[in-house]
């Protein structure tokens, strides 16, 4: 692999992660659900969960994968870091308000799960109470869904939904000699992403301007900017650079997704997308030295064969 790429890992970690599909009547709709249903959900430092959309099936989409009700679906993923103490409950609110909230509301929109678990979410069951008593259980498209008439219409939505074990955190940084340059890069590896199946970039247009870094001078904080690597701060007094000579901006893409595998493969399609575009300097990733997971991401696993 290019000399551009750093030999050095992403340190990701244990999520609990539930998957969901959204229809709707046409892609305007859809995009409508999807962006509502992920928003403010770039990353747990502030937010609910970390989320995103995985990938487009049915009509328009990826057509190998049906949709229950024959219309185009998007496929979206909520994560929350598997150290949290409250992770299932957590969760399962995040699910739960999300689907209450811009799902419900979105005009034409259905919800499904992607499979059935006993032990899952009743995320159905909760928000049929919205019915007022005139909510039911009835089979829609080959399943017992809940059935919530409402004033456009009716809501369908699936009755539990499970949860499982995925990896959060897996991330790469693209250096280069102008914002442009990182940007464009950090924009490729991202359509890099929406080809692989099981991964989401959750941060605005998967992409993050503002890396940050454990800690801060301020007690009540406990993240903030990543100053070692803050182009406008090289040089200055109190800040032990890390940038190599020429850099100029920094940008960052976070990855989650299924499994370890799944966000590796990920990574190298999104390594693969942004080596040749001019200007970068540098790719790498950032980690803790072990501290804060064990999901390692090397950037060239090639040279850790033990490790994957």
């Not at 970690?13 to 770039?42: C, M, P």
């Not at 300097?281 to 803790?288: C, D, E």
Request: hydrophobic share 40%; proline share 5%.
């Amino acid at each position: 692999m290019s000399d551009l790429v750093e030999d050095t890992y992403a340190e990701a970690f244990r999520s609990l992660y539930v998957e969901f599909l959204i229809t709707a009547k046409n892609r305007r709709w859809l995009d409508t659900a999807v962006q509502a249903a992920t928003g403010h959900a770039s990353s747990s430092i502030m937010c609910d969960c970390e989320g995103g959309l995985d990938r487009y099936v049915g009509p328009g989409g990826d057509e190998t994968f049906e949709t229950p009700d024959g219309r185009p679906g998007a496929i979206c993923q909520l994560h929350v870091p598997r150290f949290r103490k409250d992770r299932e409950p957590a969760l399962e609110k995040a699910l739960l308000s999300r689907i209450c909230q811009n799902v419900l509301t979105c005009a034409t929109a259905r919800c499904f799960a992607l499979s059935y678990a006993p032990n899952g979410f009743r995320i159905g069951r909760k928000l049929a109470y919205f019915g007022d008593g005139f909510e039911q259980v009835e089979e829609r498209y080959g399943r017992s869904m809940w059935v919530v008439p409402t004033m456009g219409g009716e809501f369908c939505i699936d009755r539990r939904f499970p949860f499982a074990d995925g990896v959060m955190g897996g991330n790469l940084w693209f250096m280069a000699t102008s914002e442009d340059a990182s940007l464009e890069a950090a924009e490729r590896a991202v359509v890099a992403c929406e080809n692989v199946a099981g991964v989401i970039t959750p941060f605005p247009g998967g992409i993050a301007a503002s890396g940050s870094k454990a800690g801060s001078r301020y007690k009540f904080l406990f993240a903030s900017t990543n100053d070692p690597f803050c182009p406008t701060l090289k040089g200055r007094e109190g800040v032990q650079s890390q940038l190599p000579d020429g850099v100029k901006s920094a940008m960052e893409i976070i990855i989650n997704g299924r499994d370890l595998a799944t966000v590796s493969k990920a990574t190298q399609a999104s390594i693969k997308a942004a080596l040749d575009v001019p200007g970068i300097v540098r790719i790498t990733a950032g980690n803790y030295g072990g501290r804060l997971g064990k999901s390692w991401v090397w950037l060239k696993p090639e040279l850790h064969p033990s490790t994957t």
